[in-house]
């Protein structure tokens, strides 16, 4: 059965500082990996998604990398922003099925 | 575009109580999925359709029933609720095949069960 877990769970940090967010997953054979930004009681906004055959992905100041034979990910958040200030979720599609196993995620405050 | 809409955004039941949140998305995804999400936590599946008239069993399925009548609705039913319930409920549809199985999330039902 897939775990996905996300170190730390959480992370405060100063504005302006680059940084890193942690997802690892226990089965290699995944489809693709999706990161998440959810805010304080709303839903979740899809950021990156990652193919199983890709590297890596980037969108503005994020890039998300992925090492499937080591079962990892990360997410890396260029010059944080107070804005940025959110709960950051990693999701795995196994290969075969149909929906996602989600990490407990990662909760980031940048501190002005 | 509205996206996946949700209603109603929050609800307290009692124990025992019925109740059936919607979920209705306009992008013509063939997947729909129903999460849940409890405090400090990942979210959980539910239940999932990869079409009309088509729905299988997630993770945590007990509790709950689901049907798909058309491609853009999928409601989730809970019968006799009870306090373990107690969740914040997602919904999220996809496509099909490389990047178009990115999910997109409704705005969530916050259910309290009491």
């Known amino acids: 059965k897939q775990e996905v877990t996300q170190i730390p769970a959480a992370l405060s940090v100063p504005e302006g500082e680059n940084l890193v967010l942690n997802c690892s997953f226990t089965?290699?054979?995944?489809?693709?990996l999706q990161w998440f930004r959810q805010d304080p009681g709303k839903g979740l906004t899809s950021l990156l998604l990652?193919?199983?055959?890709?590297r890596e992905q980037t969108s503005g100041r994020l890039n998300a990398s992925l090492d499937k034979s080591s079962g990892r990910s990360t997410l890396y958040i260029a010059a944080s922003q107070p804005g940025d200030s959110a709960t950051y979720l990693c999701?795995?599609?196994?290969?075969?099925?149909?929906?996602?196993?989600f990490g407990s995620g990662t909760r980031l405050q940048v501190q002005p | 575009n509205a996206g996946v809409t949700q209603t109603p955004k929050f609800r307290i039941l009692k124990i025992g109580q019925s109740m059936t949140l919607q979920c209705t998305q306009d992008?013509?995804?063939?997947?729909m999925y129903w999460y849940r999400q409890d405090p400090g936590m990942g979210l959980k599946l539910i239940y999932y359709?990869?079409?009309?008239?088509?729905?299988d069993k997630g993770e945590v399925p007990n509790g709950y029933n689901v049907s798909r009548s058309t491609t853009e609705d999928f409601p989730l039913r809970l019968e006799l609720a009870a306090p373990s319930q107690t969740s914040v409920y997602f919904c999220?549809?996809?496509?099909?095949?490389?990047?178009?199985?990115?999910?997109?999330f409704g705005p969530g039902t916050r259910l309290t069960v009491t």
């Open positions: 990652i193919q199983s055959s890709q």
């Open positions: 992008m013509n995804h063939n997947y």
């Open positions: 089965d290699s054979a995944i489809y693709n």
């Open positions: 359709s990869v079409g009309a008239g088509i729905t």
């Open positions: 999220a549809s996809s496509g099909q095949g490389g990047s178009s199985y990115e999910q997109y």
């Open positions: 999701a795995v599609r196994d290969t075969g099925r149909r929906a996602l196993t």
